[in-house]
């Protein structure tokens, strides 16, 4: 056995080891020199000490960890079929000529009355109160919209806002960056797809829900529990005392204390750059969650949504019944390690189930809950998940109740990328990657002429950014078309379990999916054997 992953070194923290062979448990060089000029975790920490648990520089990068699980979706293989088409529109006889790949219906819904429709199964991961988020949030916004793919605004984003004005009962009363963020998606929405504004404790304090359905009428709203990639607070980083003061008043929990005289001292000398703001950890009761479901529809949203981590079984157990109870819309259950613009990295590695796990748990408990007479709620699966290959062998194992997954950084960088190439076009810096392809934006963009004919005279509002995003979801709309055809399910109705197989038998014992050696055995031996 070896260590699953690479302790006490790694590029997400700017962190290495001096010498090549290292102590497999605790990634401690071999030889540890006395006179040593760095740079492993424990060097660096011995003088910016809290610092190096976060991945960086903040508000640049996304990280997602790197342990290497036992089990995850690579030990699962898709079924295909010679025979046989499923899922064709009523009416079609299945020939050669009906079920061609390219007509594959890849458009799937949730909500439990009020159905929201999607052209792909996927969704962006919570995009709250990062910099990453925020800077980025018009390629964003816009590449989910023109996507027609359910957008999520994360926790946080009235509580951050510079501009944000409360009333005297220290309510929102105007958050010109929520404004901005709700419009923008708006703007190009086209009836697929929704934005959910995720609600923590901090918003819930300052009726940021309240705010967001009187002046912009949003129709639904999500819960938060939890992520994949922490079990603690959504967390940020300021490089001002004056902000990490005013956080601070806002009733954020500050790190260090910008209150302090010694932080603040040490903040003038240079020592503390930049100041941690967290979110508080919620406290879940069966009964507040299901009066919180309550209080949420009284004020006029039509659909809730619940979004939790990886916690243990109990708290799945939680999420799944409570959901069942409180008839849930969509409730997305995210696996670890997850990825995340901000969240400590040793937590990233080594707390909570992984997804493959946790969905497997899932669908257990989802198929046990009905066989006791409860409707399941619509579920969807994140945590890790980056093309389309794995997140069709996803659905397949959480059916008939896994109806998406949720992807954060696979889905944030296609809008980093389109915004890149603005930039280097216009400074004449196209990096030879791109410009193999050309120089123009027509030439670079295979989905820009058809965007353009679409959107007539509208093109010049549609950042690259979006364009990028648009152009990921159509070639990972493309390949779940191949991949379903080959299996012949033509649209998300007739996908179940049987149309995948584990590669390994550790994967069929967690998974309860056929192992390769005895999926569709029987039925083999009969045609055999007739």
Known sequence: ???????????????????????????????????????????????????????????????????????????LNIHGYAVGARGLPAGVTADSDTAVFEDVNTEVEYGWDIKVPMRVPIFTGALGST????????????????????????????????????????????????????????????????????????????GTAEYVSSKHNLETIELKWGQGAKCIGGEIKVGSLSRATELKERGYIVLPDPTRHDVQKAFEDGAIKEFERHSRLGFVTKEGFLEEVDRLRDIGFKRVTLKTGAYSMKELAMAIRYSAEAKIDLLTIDGAPGGTGMSPWPMMNEWGIPTFYLQSLAYDFAAQLEKKGYRVPDLAIAGGFADEANAFKALCMGAPYFKAVCMGR?????????????????????????????????????????????????????????????????????????????????SFSSVSRNDVMALTPEAAEVSGIPYVMESYRDEALDILLE
């Open 410 to 490: 696979a889905l944030m960088i296609p809008g980093m990328v389109g915004k890149n190439i603005a930039k280097w076009i216009e400074n004449d810096e196209l990096p030879k990657s791109v410009s193999k392809y050309g120089s123009s934006v027509e030439e670079i963009f295979v989905s820009y002429q058809e965007l353009k004919e679409k959107y007539d005279g509208r093109i010049d509002e549609i950042p690259l950014g979006a364009v990028g995003i648009y152009t990921y979801a159509q070639r990972f709309r493309t390949g779940m078309q191949q991949m379903m055809a080959g299996s012949r399910n033509f």
């Open 131 to 206: 910099d990453i988020a925020r800077k980025n949030w018009e390629h964003f916004a816009i590449g989910a919209a023109i996507s027609g793919i359910t957008l999520v605004c994360g926790e946080n984003v009235c509580g951050v806002d510079p501009d944000l004005k409360l009333d005297q009962n220290g309510m929102v009363e105007s958050s010109p960056e929520m404004d901005r963020r709700i419009e923008t998606y708006k703007k190009f929405h086209e009836g697929y797809g929704e934005l959910l504004v995720q609600l923590n404790v901090e918003d819930t304090r300052l």
């Open 1 to 75: 056995m070896v260590n699953l992953k690479t302790p006490n070194s790694n590029d997400a923290v700017h962190t290495s080891n001096r010498s090549k062979n290292v102590v497999p448990m605790s990634g401690m060089c071999s030889r540890c020199v006395d006179g040593c000029k760095g740079n492993c975790d424990i060097w660096l920490s011995s003088f910016r000490g809290r610092e190096v648990l976060y991945p960086g520089p903040f508000g640049e990068v996304t990280a997602g960890a790197d342990k290497n699980y036992p089990i995850d979706y690579s030990h």
